[in-house]
């Protein structure tokens, strides 16, 4: 149960910082998938640069999600969100100026824990301070201004980087994070878990997650350049199982006291979810990042070009999501999860058997993208239901972190296996249309045993006790 200070000071100005200050993460990750090739070419880094500088922000955000709202529910909601909210906003300011890639990086990486810190306390902000009907409309104007954020990001973005440079791709979100804050200061109230109901906090379980985390994304991120047989990659290898075992020893120790609390994956209908998830979020991830390089390195098309070929994307998730949760309510959560993957399988097989030196985006690229996008228009709201009806009461705010954090390193392991494709024989330039295809034949393979994985293990409508 919650304690509070009291009803938002302002509902409309609290809704109005959290879906502001929330935006940000999904506006961030968009941005930077258009600007990239021009990251690369300012700095003059290599493929492993350009999978870094994405990285670098998912890797805080996937391990730290969970505690960031743990953080909240202890220390107070506002607080920990406007922390956040601060962080972002200063490590996307020094972003935009920063002289090096290194430098860069950092940044980057702080950017991910401001926003593992702001958005899980942004809808925990939302839940505690609206009520009946209200908070139903405040959750849907959250989720559907995300949506929005994420589909405009990219166009404007591209058009920003087009005629100016990728540095004012940074410095156009400081803005929305000022309002945010000065917002948010003055509408959201304070409110914390009751003591009774606090989860103990697992700092513990947090730094092994990252640390493990860090360690295989390096060791991926190198293999394609340095092989198996390099010091580096099996050191790294190594360190990350190693830190991966501790973790789970941690976890297991914790009980129900863990960031992650291990109990939930006896159901198989949860662990049925979160191998859908891992892997359709994982093709999902692996396209979203490099589609656009592909489009502009390879193609010749501006930036602004790129972020509009994306746009077909998100806009008919937004639009079909709610839909799709209906038809779920009608044929059943476990069939919609498996039709929902087979057609992003299709849209994927699409890519790659179009993928060629002419390719035409009206009849190469847009048919698989509109096969994807409604595909994952079926799986979206049935995954929340599914998650929530796979576990027992008590466990449903954990599991739906914890598949919302499964969903983000999905996304993390994907960019860092993109060096595969990104770099050519010989340290020689890769044929990135060729690299697309093989891409788009992994993808479609993900998506269709992520569809095996629910027609077999999920098997719940309704909450398990």
């Not at 000065?182 to 878990?193: D, H, K, L």
Request: with cysteine; net charge negative.
């Amino acid at each position: 149960m919650s304690e509070s200070d009291g009803r938002c000071v302002s509902e409309a100005g609290t809704l109005v910082a959290t879906v502001l200050g929330s935006s940000l993460a999904f506006v961030v990750g968009s941005i930077i998938n258009v600007a990239l090739p021009s990251m690369q070419a300012d700095f003059g880094t290599d493929a492993a640069g350009v999978q870094w500088i994405v990285n670098a922000y998912l890797l805080p955000l996937s391990a730290l999600v969970l505690v960031g709202g743990s953080l909240g529910d202890h220390y107070g909601r506002k607080r920990l969100f406007m922390l956040g909210l601060a962080i972002f906003t200063v490590a996307t300011v020094a972003c935009a100026l920063a002289p090096n890639l290194e430098t860069l990086l950092g940044l980057r990486f702080a950017q991910g824990i401001g926003a593992a810190l702001l958005a899980p306390n942004s809808l925990a902000i939302i839940a505690d301070g609206f009520s009946g009907e209200k908070r139903g409309k405040a959750v849907g104007t959250w989720a559907a201004a995300g949506a929005i954020a994420g589909a405009a990001a990219p166009v404007i973005g591209g058009f920003v980087i087009d005629n100016l440079d990728w540095r004012w791709a940074f410095a156009i979100v400081i803005p929305p994070a000022a309002a945010a804050w000065m917002v948010g200061q003055r509408s959201i109230c304070e409110s914390r878990e009751s003591e009774e109901d606090r989860v103990p906090l697992d700092l513990t379980g947090a730094i092994l997650a990252t640390s493990a985390l860090g360690a295989l994304v390096f060791a991926l991120i190198s293999l394609p350049e340095r092989g198996w047989a390099d010091l580096g990659v099996v050191s790294s290898t190594i360190a990350g199982l190693a830190l991966g075992t501790a973790f789970l020893a941690v976890e297991i120790r914790k009980g129900r006291g863990a960031m992650m609390p291990l109990g939930i994956f006896g159901s198989a209908s949860f662990s049925g979810i979160s191998i859908l998830t891992l892997m359709l979020y994982a093709a999902l991830g692996g396209l979203m990042v490099l589609l656009p390089y592909m489009l502009i390195e390879s193609l010749g098309y501006s930036a602004t070009a790129a972020g509009a070929a994306l746009l077909p994307f998100p806009l008919i998730m937004g639009i079909l999501s709610r839909t799709m949760g209906g038809l779920a309510t009608r044929i059943g959560i476990r069939t919609t999860l498996t039709i929902g993957p087979l057609l992003v399988a299709f849209g994927f097989a699409l890519f790659a058997f179009s993928a060629n030196a002419d390719l035409d985006y009206w009849t190469d690229i847009l048919p698989g993208l509109i096969a994807i996008a409604i595909g994952m228009a079926l799986c979206v709201a049935p995954l929340t239901t599914a998650v929530m009806n796979a576990v027992e009461n008590r466990y449903v705010g954990v599991a739906s972190g914890v598949n919302n954090a499964i969903s983000r390193i999905a996304g993390l392991i994907a960019t860092a296996l993109l060096g595969f494709v990104l770099i050519g024989e010989n340290g020689a330039d890769a044929d990135l249309i060729s690299g697309f295809e093989s891409a788009s034949w992994v993808g479609a393979v993900l998506a269709a045993a992520s569809a095996a994985a629910s027609f077999v293990m999920i098997r719940v409508e309704s909450t398990e006790s």
